[in-house]
């Protein structure tokens, strides 16, 4: 049973590094807003679509 | 498209040849396009100096960052074509968009890019930026209470589960058998828990709970750190100096740490749920004027007009200052002031006031005023000295809480008295468990908990509360008063009555003056927007007058009946039974129709205020419009007072008169206007079609033009209350139950605090009982 003066420092461990990771994850702002991201999703697509048309573009410029 | 964010998206794709995507249609912009002359970037030049930006931007080692309210962003559309245009700007680094309250914050490099470049990059896609100053930021405030609140939750959250863990491996062991130096272990890491978990996310209690006795009064807070720190210091002191480990409790001073915190951040939630502006008013006034000073051309922001300045207004422009015409002529929307939407017309040496936007025409302006007398600036200040004298609620709990608190911790010295006397050894043991049994935990819950429901379920029926006591105070009201434009009626005209002086019939009449106005952009052309059948030709619009034009050859002339008496040569004029919203429509030296507009009733009007004063309330009828106009406007609606003539300041004198007679006063409004009366009021209600600044006043937004969500709020309420008042009951019981108990020291402290968790969950469900309500 002495194994558990181990593990439950580890525990502790674990708890506090949770801990941390959810601060920073409060500190650069991801619980700010909880309703628009979800829809964000949505807008992805597109974007890539004309990025990937801007890129086109670019090349097509680069090789005339 | 529902915005500019998704019409400029369209056109960007469509730019790069996939407009496949897109069926283009040519619908109205909203209000709020930044006009012309601002989307180039020197233009925003003033933002670059020095002293200006200081007030602005917070600077960083690596980088300045600041807030732009955006105007016109309203959904995720804007956001990504805002975000994706400014990250392809050099210099440019984080970019944080937050579309419900139309900011977005960004970090640059000054080095790299200047934030004229910035700001024009926004203008340019059709938004209206408008930066904010570093004290303006209350969002920003809102934003450090809701993070610091989570994390104090996830702390909470984390600590208890590790410490029931332990506590669970020591009742176990009790009832078991474990070693003393394995029990002793657990209880000192319970200990090490307990402690970051009191000290960092209890913070709160205990600092209320000082501020609380510092004031002489006794608020929620007071019992919980004492149960809190109670607990907290017994279980230090047994553990480390007593002999015997039995009363330890970390298990419930973190419990009910971590259950108080989640019922304050509830609570939280719901107070913020809808966003409100941070200065609404000053976002009335365009970003930058254009001013010249002693014939110097200067670009600044309206704030920094100067009496004397001379400045030039054009169509669309909202007037930054007050001043005095000195050319031109134009028509003006003033409902500002006024809070109707008909425009008025002014012309050299007219006086105009600031916040009034330009419907046709052009003016040059001479100021009159400096930014701080002018009438937007008094009206802010007329806005903050209503809401310092608004009276104050008293929530139903926090009023039985006072007296419950004040009578528990007299019965806990009491007992604990007593049993100094009997069993000295006992006295700490007992007094933690009356203290943590009689916890008001269930009790500051029952309200908070119904609140957030019926704001969830309200929202979900078009009914934003963004002021959760509005549903308490809601059912207290006993006179309703309505704004008439706008609220009761929609901002559209509609054909009230036709006079005929000729044989052709109304139908012909109106299908003339429908073709002719056609051609015109005038506010009152709205009210004939079926098309007439005659081709219009020759037309020549008189701007602010009316509109000539021939209808198969013949010549016609329609607007005031001044103008077209003097156009078509009319000597005998017929008496108008009001002046304004008229047009007449005139052939050669003959009338031929007089057509009387008035605003149209909401559909829901009537049945709403049927309602209210089928249930015995009284209703007011407050408008800006002539007596005369708002007596007619009120015939046929059941209106126990009606007042025309009304400027803001008479409004509040209303209110407050009738708030001095002890009625409690709801303002269901929507324009600017109105704010001042909203924050008088007990309970006010905005339209969401209405102005930004109103909405950021009101209690209670309504979506959707529905004036029935006042009735639904009126549902809502009065079975939220029901509620309230059942968990209120239950608390009460509970702890009444069992304090006894805890008293004669039938009860450890352990079973106190599972009682009191269950107490809180029964609290909770029972809120949600709330979404089953039938509308």
């Known amino acids: ?64 | 498209m529902c915005c500019l964010g998704c019409l400029a998206a369209a056109e960007f794709i469509q730019q790069h040849g996939m407009g496949d995507f897109y069926q283009y249609r040519g619908e109205q912009l909203p209000q709020g396009a930044v006009s012309e002359q601002f989307s180039k970037h020197s233009s925003w030049q003033y933002y670059d100096q020095p002293e200006v930006q200081a007030m602005y931007q917070k600077l960083n080692e690596e980088h300045s960052s600041i807030r732009i309210y955006v105007q016109g962003m309203y959904c995720n559309s804007c956001s990504w074509l805002i975000d994706r245009s400014l990250s392809q700007l050099p210099g440019v680094g984080q970019i944080q968009l937050n579309p419900a309250a139309h900011q977005l914050q960004v970090n640059w490099q000054p080095e790299q890019i200047k934030l004229s470049e910035i700001l024009g990059t926004i203008a340019s896609l059709g938004y209206q930026p408008r930066p904010l100053q570093i004290t303006e930021s209350s969002v920003e405030q809102r934003e450090v209470e809701n993070r610091q609140s989570l994390k104090r939750l996830a702390v909470a959250g984390f600590g208890m589960m590790q410490v029931m863990t332990y506590a669970i491996a020591v009742y176990w062991g009790d009832y078991q058998g474990i070693d003393a130096s394995m029990r002793q272990f657990m209880q000192l890491i319970s200990m090490l828990v307990a402690t970051v978990v009191v000290f960092y996310a209890g913070r709160p209690f205990f600092k209320h709970a000082y501020y609380d006795l510092k004031n002489l009064h006794l608020g929620m807070d007071v019992p919980v750190a004492l149960a809190v720190g109670g607990a907290y210091a017994a279980s230090v002191w047994q553990l480390l100096i007593g002999e015997e480990t039995a009363g330890v409790y970390f298990d419930s001073a973190v419990m009910f740490v971590f259950f108080l915190s989640l019922g304050r951040f509830l609570e939280m939630r719901a107070r913020y749920s809808a966003a409100s502006s941070a200065d609404a008013l000053r976002q009335l006034l365009p970003p930058l004027v254009q001013v010249s000073r002693r014939g110097e051309l200067l670009t600044i922001a309206p704030e920094q007009v100067q009496r004397g300045d001379e400045l030039d207004v054009l169509i669309g422009d909202i007037v930054p200052c007050d001043g005095r015409v000195l050319s031109g002529e134009a028509w003006l929307d003033e409902s500002l002031l006024t809070g109707e939407a008909q425009a008025v017309a002014r012309e050299t040496g007219d006086h105009v006031t600031s916040g009034t936007q330009l419907k046709y025409g052009n003016l040059r302006l001479v100021a009159t005023r400096d930014w701080e007398q002018s009438t937007v600036a008094s009206i802010r200040q007329l806005l903050s000295n209503a809401q310092s004298y608004r009276p104050q609620r008293i929530h139903l709990a926090d009023r039985l809480a006072r007296y419950f608190i004040a009578a528990l911790l007299l019965l806990t010295m009491l007992v604990g008295t007593v049993w100094y006397f009997i069993a000295p050894d006992q006295v700490f043991h007992i007094v933690l468990a009356m203290l943590i049994a009689s916890c008001p935990c269930a009790f500051s819950l029952a309200t908070p908990a119904v609140l957030t429901v019926a704001s969830h379920f309200l929202s979900r029926h078009g009914v934003l509360i963004s002021n959760a006591d509005a549903c308490e105070a809601l059912l207290e009201v006993d006179h309703w008063c309505f704004d008439k434009t706008g609220t009761l009626s929609t901002a559209e005209l509609a054909i009230q009555k036709v006079d005929i002086f000729t044989q052709l019939s109304e139908q012909e009449c109106l299908s003339m003056i429908g073709s002719i106005e056609q051609h015109s952009d005038h506010v009152l052309a709205s009210a004939f927007s079926q098309s007439g059948s005659y081709e219009a030709t020759e037309v020549e619009v008189a701007h602010g007058r009316g509109v000539s034009a021939r209808l198969d050859g013949a010549p016609y002339c329609i607007g005031g009946l001044n103008w077209v008496a003097q156009q078509c040569g009319i000597t005998q004029l017929p008496a108008l039974q009001q002046e304004s919203s008229v047009v007449a429509l005139g052939a050669p030296s003959s009338l031929l129709a007089i057509v009387y507009l008035s605003d149209r009733l909401r559909a829901d009007a009537t049945t709403t205020l049927e309602a209210l004063h089928d249930q015995g309330r009284q209703i007011s009828l407050l408008s800006g419009d002539r007596s005369a106009v708002v007596s007619r406007f009120a015939d046929g609606l059941p209106v126990d007072h009606c007042l025309g003539d009304q400027l803001p300041e008479h409004k509040m004198q209303y209110l407050q008169s009738l708030q001095h007679q002890g009625h409690s006063v709801a303002m269901v409004g929507d324009g600017v206007n109105d704010a001042p009366v909203l924050g008088q009021a007990d309970v006010s209600i905005a339209m969401a079609s209405g102005s930004q600044i109103s909405q950021s006043h009101a209690d209670i937004i309504l979506l959707g033009e529905r004036l029935q969500g006042v009735l639904t709020a009126l549902r809502v309420s009065t079975r939220a209350r029901q509620i309230i008042r059942q968990n209120l009951g239950w608390a009460m019981a509970y702890n009444l139950t069992v304090l006894p108990l805890a008293a004669l020291g039938m009860l450890e402290p352990w079973m106190a605090a599972i009682g009191m968790s269950l107490s809180s969950l029964l609290v909770v469900l029972n809120a949600r009982r709330l979404n089953h309500l039938k509308l």
Request: hydrophobic letters at 50%; zero cysteines; aromatic letters at 8%.
């Open chain 1, 1 to 64: 049973m002495s194994i558990v003066y181990l593990l439950i420092p580890l525990s502790l461990v674990l708890t506090a590094a949770a801990i941390a990771a959810f601060f920073w994850a409060v500190r650069s702002g991801q619980f700010d807003d909880m309703n628009t991201p979800s829809l964000k999703i949505l807008h992805e697509e597109p974007v890539s679509d004309v990025d990937g048309e801007i890129a086109k573009n670019k090349t097509d410029q680069v090789g005339s």
